[in-house]
Structure formats: structure tokens, C-alpha cells
């Protein structure tokens, strides 16, 4: 079995390296940081190696006439039917964004892959400092037009010249946007009520993978799209691997995840048991269902994520 994943694995090629089983285990796992706790330095090797995936070609798999770091909102959204809103939403974005890590890694980031804890922010999140970090809220003098979609350009920071393909399943190149929305005002409260502490303790008690999963993607995850991608922003789309702000966002999902899964691992890390499609069809979810990548990796069972500190992922928090 181990074996045949090897092969498996390796037989996907791409221009840079995919994750790998690790050869001795997982004596030694990497511990996942909140990113305003990386030192100045790593940093900026994390926020250039985001911005180094940008100058790469295509994953020869897709062999799109767009970058490596387009690749990602790609697959993202052309599978977004089937990772959202049922069983393999944590999973699925658990392993996607270990490959993302994969690919920061041959762009010359050494670091663990970092969080952003929103929970740290949820008073008042237009004034948090990881918008001096990741650039701020995009600039409303500054909107680009594709179709009928305006943009607000995000024109501070070190992703201010990053210039994203798509938006959904068309090919419009524009600037990285933003759009601090709360749904009544810009910025307002940036629906900060939906992830603060409170919010995330009631998520942490639930009892069953399928309510835990809802409460988190439905909440807190759904609210910092809507929040930081407003109506203008890159962060409200399926492409929202668009803005570089998913993956810190995201890892923090995998964070709650992980951090629940440990209030009763010998249940938790077995535990996928929810809708196994969107719209819901009655059946359900199980480890040996396959999660698809079309190419940006070989295409795993949820089975191979259940836990991360394995020989696949070998991470903890």
C-alpha cells in the first residue's frame, strides 16, 4: 500500500516539488506558527516566495498559460461544487494547503507554514496589524475594471504588484483587490462578531465532525471571505487562492480543526462522517472517499489527512 502511493505520487510530475511521504516517519513534526510571530526576516523570505510562485509557469498537469501561483485558484475553483459545504471541506484544504507550503518551499521559504489567528483581531479587524504585513484594504481611487467585475486594488504591502488571472472560471487578469465589507459599510465591523474567542469556543464544543465542520466553514471561515472580499475583493470568489491572505486564513481553519480533533483524537482522527456532496443527496462521507487536485498533486483519500502527524503531513500547532 505504501508502496503504490509512492508511485502514485511521484508519477505526477510539475515544475516544482510535491508533497512526499516521509521516508522515516514523523519522529519530528514542524510546528505552525501565527505569521506575526515569525521574525522580520522569515517573514519576508515567506512573502517573496509567495510572490517568486507568481514568476513560475504552470504545473505541467494543467498546462495553463498562467503561473504557478495561479494554478491554485484554478483547481480551487473548478472543484469549488465539491470541497465546500460537505465532508471533504477540511480535508481537502487541509492537504491544499500543504502543497501551497510545498511550493513555498522550492521558491526558498525555510519557515513553517503560518496562521492568521483572527480571533486576535475580531474587535476591530480593519485596524489589525497583519494589513501592515499583507498590505491593507484595497484602494478605492485605484479600481480596475474586468467585464462587468470591478477591482479595488490593493496598492501597499508586498503583494501590491501581484496580478491574479482569474476570477472564477474566467480568465481576467487584474490587481490583487480587497473590499473591507461588512455588508452595510465599508469597512464597518467587518462581521468581527463572527470569529472572536466566543464564536470559536462554541465551534470548539461541538460534538460530531459534520456539526463542528458546518458551524466552522459556515461562520467564522464564510465571514472573513465575505469580510475581507467584500464586492470588489478577491477574497469573496471561488478564486479567492487569489489572494495570498487564503492560505494564512486557511491554515488557521486546519488550526481549529487540528485543535479539536485533539479533544478526543481516538474518535476525532477517525471522524469524517457529514454530507458527502453539495447539494445533499443523503449519502455520507467516509475516509476512503478520494480528494481530487486535477492534477495539481496525485489525488489522495481523506483517510491520508485524517491526522497531520503522519509521514505525509508531520505538522502540529
Not at 514523523?26 to 510571530?37: D, H, M, N, Y
Not at 498590505?135 to 479600481?143: E, L, Q
Request: glycine residues 8%; charged residues 20%; contains cysteine.
Amino acid at each position: 500500500m505504501q508502496l503504490l502511493r509512492l508511485l502514485s505520487l511521484s508519477s505526477v510530475a510539475s515544475a516544482a516539488a510535491l508533497v512526499q511521504p516521509r521516508a522515516g516517519g514523523c519522529a519530528t513534526p514542524e510546528k505552525r506558527v501565527e505569521f506575526r510571530s515569525l521574525d522580520a526576516a522569515a517573514q519576508k523570505q515567506y512573502t517573496d516566495a509567495v510572490m517568486c510562485l507568481a514568476t513560475k509557469p504552470s504545473g505541467i498537469n494543467l498546462g495553463l498559460n498562467t503561473t504557478l501561483y495561479d494554478d491554485f485558484s484554478y483547481v480551487h475553483t473548478h472543484l469549488n461544487q465539491i470541497i465546500h459545504f460537505c465532508g471533504q471541506f477540511l480535508p481537502w484544504h487541509r492537504y491544499f494547503v500543504q502543497l501551497y507550503h510545498a511550493q513555498l518551499r522550492e521558491c526558498g521559504y525555510t519557515g513553517p507554514m503560518a496562521y492568521w489567528d483572527w480571533t486576535l483581531d475580531a474587535a476591530d479587524p480593519a485596524k489589525s496589524s497583519i494589513w501592515t504585513l499583507l498590505g491593507g484594504n484595497g484602494n478605492p481611487d485605484k479600481v480596475e475594471k474586468t467585464g462587468a467585475q470591478e477591482w479595488m486594488c490593493v496598492t501597499d504591502g508586498p503583494f501590491r504588484e501581484l496580478r491574479p488571472a482569474y476570477r472564477e472560471k474566467e480568465y481576467a487578469p487584474h490587481c490583487l483587490a480587497r473590499d473591507f465589507f461588512d455588508g452595510k459599510e465599508r469597512p464597518g465591523t467587518m462581521r468581527g462578531s463572527a470569529y472572536n474567542a466566543q464564536e470559536v469556543e462554541f465551534i470548539n464544543g461541538q460534538k460530531t465532525y459534520a456539526d463542528f465542520r458546518l458551524y466552522l466553514e459556515s461562520i467564522p471561515h464564510g465571514s472573513i471571505h465575505s469580510a475581507v472580499g467584500g464586492q470588489k475583493g478577491d477574497m469573496k470568489p471561488s478564486t479567492s487562492p487569489n489572494d495570498p491572505l487564503f492560505f494564512l486564513h486557511h491554515t488557521q481553519i486546519d488550526r481549529l480543526w487540528y485543535l479539536w480533533q485533539q479533544g478526543d483524537a481516538e474518535a476525532r482522527n477517525k471522524d469524517i462522517t457529514d454530507d458527502k456532496t453539495y447539494p445533499v443527496d443523503g449519502t455520507k462521507s467516509a475516509v476512503e472517499d478520494v480528494l481530487q487536485f486535477m492534477g495539481l498533486a496525485a489525488d489522495i483519500k481523506i483517510a491520508d489527512v485524517m491526522t497531520t502527524q503522519n509521514d505525509l503531513l508531520c505538522y502540529t500547532y
